[in-house]
């Protein structure tokens, strides 16, 4: 068995994670990285001492879990989303179920927040937002973000919805007070069920085929009929029928 087999099998224990679901290739290039610059030979090694120490396992799944994300990254995606797919969702639901699952650090589930207040008050408002990293998550809750997150907000919306604090901008607590943030796995946790809208971008190119696979027919069952997926602008659905989809628009999908 090999260091790295081994060290998947440890980590499956560990915390519950399947690194086997992800591609080998990126993820053993990333990990490698990491535990050579902390000072271990190798992957049993670096188990070890994941096993022992809290916060090299944070810094381990910081590492595993890309988090790279910016306030309505592709534009274009965002509105599509605002002027087509919201008004055909609240023509039959004036309070939508909205998931915003693989969260990072919150800039996606409040940009959806402050999408939807377009069209409805923000007390109607309410978004479901997850991620694997309880160090995401609580970054995403204080709610404070540097100027280059913020290259694709309009500026009426940067206006309206933050404060400026010194070289940062804060998420005002009106659009906080619309997402609730929940640690939850992809992989091995149960789904929402009766969604109207699910967004889940750029993390699904992490995973194998079997893993998307799995995650694409678990993201179906949880959308009501009706319901959207919001993917990626790498991460298009060649097969939707397989999920029950349709095409709604580019990187929208709607379940029949």
Known sequence: MSDYVQFIEGI?????ID???YKEAQMKRRLTSLYEKKGYRNFIEFLHALEKDRDLLNEFLDRMTINVSEFYRNGKRWE?????????LLQSNKRLKIWSAACSTGEEPYTIAMVLSHHVPLSQVQVLATDIDENVIQKAKLGLYPDRSLAEVPVDVKNKYFNKEGQFYKVKDEIKRTVTFKKHNLLNDRYESN?????CRNVMIYFTEEAKDQIYHNFSNSLRSGGILFVGSTEQ???????????????FYRKK
């Open 195 to 199: 969604c109207d809208l699910i967004v």
């Open 19 to 21: 690194l086997a679901l």
């Open 12 to 16: 499956k224990r560990k915390t519950g």
């Open 80 to 88: 599509v989303l605002q002027n087509k797919i919201f008004p055909l």
């Open 237 to 251: 659905i060649f097969n939707p029928a397989r999920y029950g989809f349709e095409v709604e628009d580019t990187f």
